[in-house]
């Protein structure tokens, strides 16, 4: 009875205060003879905020401080790379180094705090950092000059969530941001200070460089004719990305991923922030089979990666659907001014298809029928496999290739199992569309006529 008595007492103290604050809040909003509209607005706002179910920050607990600063830059560090995780290279990159990643979240990361209506960036305002949403939500509104300005208002795109990142294109490149960005509700976000961080890495050499790998990459990657570059990052190929790093930190990278021992480890997590720890994506995996994935990596054939919690190879492949280019009136010849609406009328025309395949050296030939195109080589990127196909090898047919790699451009994912690796792989394939001027008669094999009679053999 004591106890529910107090219980009581206490929460009729509450209120009082509550109710106390409120009518301060209206005795201060008449002071300063406030309009009735924005009195009643600002008012709603703070009945919004108090009916929401306060979340505790760690500078308000004070038993935190009781710990040893090496625990607490371990729960900093637990904190800190969940929501990383989130993010494909980060997610990763959390695994590699323990000690790196403590000093990382402790000392190169900082909370940011969001009210509804706070601005965390202004159109024309530079760029400095990137944003990891810890709780809630923030609503871009794209400039003028923003690739987003011909979505609707209510393209999910627009929003970003716990668990997704924003603006990481300010992170690696010199940036102005092409629009504003608001919280759309109470938020809390991470954002690295690149400053600190910059200096820390100097002490952290073998972590270090798989970020400034991925920096490159990440550079050489938006600098394609292709790349959407934009404050989102719906836009970006992020595992086609990883595969551009150089070698060395990809195999830093596999390593970290086929490493044992879950309980050192912390990571990656699912979009929704579940962890996973190696023993959970690697129970199907042989040790041989491991062995296999890791020379595999080393060999620069695929890289390593989380997909939907689940430990997935990568095939990245790139093709090209050529038409003729006398199925164009003149006036949309230069493909520079060919619009998605000018090829959707092609889809149904006739293509270039590749039907078989000579070894010179053998005279054997190999019957196929598949667009012309490649595997992704090291370091390579889609834009640069695809130039590599039209000069090594659409070249011979004596056919001037035109192609724009925003014209017709596709891209398609599937997994199929990989029973000699264990694992799923996933076949990322970008396709582009080009339009073929023939300047002379391409080379032609006759066909069998009517007096063709193949004779066969027992």
Request: charged content about 25%; overall charge neutral.
């Given at each position: 009875?004591?106890?529910?008595?107090?219980?009581?007492?206490?929460?009729?103290?509450?209120v009082?205060?509550?109710?106390?604050?409120?009518?301060q809040?209206?005795?201060?909003?008449?002071?300063?003879?406030?309009?009735?509209?924005?009195?009643?607005v600002?008012?709603?706002?703070?009945?919004?905020?108090?009916?929401?179910?306060?979340?505790?920050?760690a500078?308000?607990?004070?038993?935190?401080?009781?710990?040893s600063n090496?625990m607490?830059?371990?729960?900093?560090?637990?904190?800190?790379?969940?929501?990383?995780s989130?993010?494909?290279?980060f997610?990763?990159?959390?695994?590699?180094?323990?000690?790196?990643?403590?000093?990382?979240?402790?000392?190169?990361?900082?909370?940011?705090?969001?009210?509804?209506?706070?601005?965390?960036?202004l159109?024309?305002?530079?760029?400095?950092?990137?944003?990891?949403?810890?709780?809630?939500?923030?609503?871009?509104?794209p400039?003028?000059?923003?690739?987003?300005?011909?979505?609707?208002?209510?393209?999910?795109?627009?929003?970003?969530?716990?668990?997704?990142?924003?603006?990481e294109?300010?992170?690696?490149?010199?940036?102005?941001?092409?629009?504003?960005?608001?919280s759309?509700?109470?938020?809390?976000?991470?954002?690295v200070?690149?400053?600190?961080?910059?200096?820390?890495a100097?002490?952290?050499?073998?972590?270090?460089?798989?970020?400034?790998?991925?920096?490159?990459?990440?550079h050489?990657?938006?600098?394609e004719?292709?790349?959407?570059?934009?404050?989102?990052?719906?836009?970006?190929?992020?595992?086609?990305l990883?595969?551009?790093?150089?070698?060395?930190?990809?195999?830093?990278?596999?390593?970290?991923l086929?490493?044992?021992?879950?309980?050192?480890?912390v990571?990656?997590?699912?979009?929704?922030?579940?962890?996973?720890?190696?023993?959970?994506?690697?129970?199907r995996v042989?040790?041989?089979?491991?062995?296999?994935?890791?020379?595999?990596?080393?060999?620069?054939?695929?890289?390593?990666?989380?997909?939907?919690?689940?430990?997935?190879?990568?095939?990245?492949?790139?093709?090209?659907?050529?038409?003729?280019?006398?199925?164009?009136?003149?006036e949309?010849?230069?493909?520079?001014?060919?619009?998605?609406?000018?090829?959707?009328?092609v889809?149904?025309?006739?293509?270039?298809?590749?039907?078989?395949?000579?070894?010179?050296?053998?005279?054997?030939?190999?019957?196929?029928?598949?667009?012309?195109?490649?595997k992704?080589?090291?370091?390579?990127?889609?834009?640069?496999?695809?130039?590599?196909?039209?000069?090594?090898?659409?070249?011979?047919?004596?056919?001037?290739?035109?192609?724009h790699?925003?014209?017709?451009?596709?891209?398609?994912?599937?997994?199929?199992?990989?029973p000699?690796?264990?694992?799923?792989?996933?076949?990322?394939?970008?396709l582009?569309?080009?339009?073929?001027?023939?300047?002379?008669?391409?080379?032609?094999?006759?066909?069998?006529?009517?007096?063709?009679?193949?004779?066969f053999?027992?």
């Amino acid at each position: 009875v004591a106890t529910l008595s107090a219980m009581m007492t206490q929460y009729r103290l509450q209120v009082e205060e509550s109710h106390l604050k409120l009518r301060q809040l209206d005795a201060y909003l008449d002071q300063e003879q406030i309009n009735p509209e924005l009195s009643m607005v600002a008012r709603r706002q703070i009945l919004r905020t108090l009916r929401e179910r306060q979340r505790l920050r760690a500078s308000e607990v004070a038993h935190l401080r009781l710990l040893s600063n090496t625990m607490q830059r371990a729960v900093r560090a637990h904190v800190v790379s969940r929501h990383l995780s989130s993010h494909v290279f980060f997610g990763v990159w959390c695994q590699v180094d323990r000690e790196s990643l403590a000093v990382f979240c402790s000392s190169c990361v900082e909370d940011r705090f969001y009210k509804a209506g706070d601005t965390c960036f202004l159109e024309h305002e530079e760029g400095r950092t990137m944003f990891f949403v810890k709780v809630g939500a923030l609503s871009y509104k794209p400039g003028s000059r923003a690739p987003e300005t011909s979505f609707s208002a209510d393209d999910p795109r627009l929003t970003c969530r716990a668990f997704s990142v924003a603006a990481e294109v300010a992170m690696w490149l010199k940036w102005v941001h092409l629009g504003t960005m608001v919280s759309s509700a109470t938020t809390e976000v991470f954002s690295v200070k690149t400053d600190v961080w910059a200096e820390e890495a100097v002490r952290h050499e073998f972590s270090a460089q798989p970020v400034r790998d991925y920096a490159i990459a990440f550079h050489s990657y938006m600098s394609e004719r292709d790349a959407i570059v934009s404050d989102l990052t719906y836009g970006i190929d992020y595992h086609g990305l990883m595969f551009a790093m150089p070698l060395s930190s990809r195999v830093v990278m596999c390593e970290a991923l086929l490493q044992c021992g879950p309980s050192d480890r912390v990571g990656p997590s699912g979009a929704d922030g579940t962890e996973m720890t190696s023993s959970s994506f690697l129970t199907r995996v042989s040790r041989a089979q491991v062995q296999k994935l890791r020379d595999e990596v080393s060999k620069g054939k695929t890289c390593l990666g989380v997909v939907e919690q689940q430990l997935v190879r990568f095939v990245f492949v790139v093709a090209m659907r050529i038409y003729k280019r006398s199925n164009f009136e003149e006036e949309a010849v230069n493909v520079d001014d060919i619009s998605v609406d000018d090829f959707q009328g092609v889809e149904n025309n006739r293509y270039l298809v590749k039907l078989g395949e000579m070894d010179r050296s053998t005279d054997n030939v190999s019957t196929t029928c598949v667009l012309p195109g490649s595997k992704r080589r090291e370091q390579e990127t889609t834009v640069a496999t695809m130039e590599r196909v039209v000069a090594e090898d659409l070249g011979t047919i004596g056919a001037s290739i035109e192609w724009h790699p925003m014209v017709g451009r596709s891209e398609t994912r599937t997994f199929k199992d990989s029973p000699t690796q264990g694992l799923k792989t996933m076949y990322s394939r970008t396709l582009y569309t080009g339009f073929a001027s023939y300047a002379h008669t391409a080379p032609s094999i006759p066909a069998p006529g009517e007096r063709f009679a193949p004779q066969f053999s027992m």
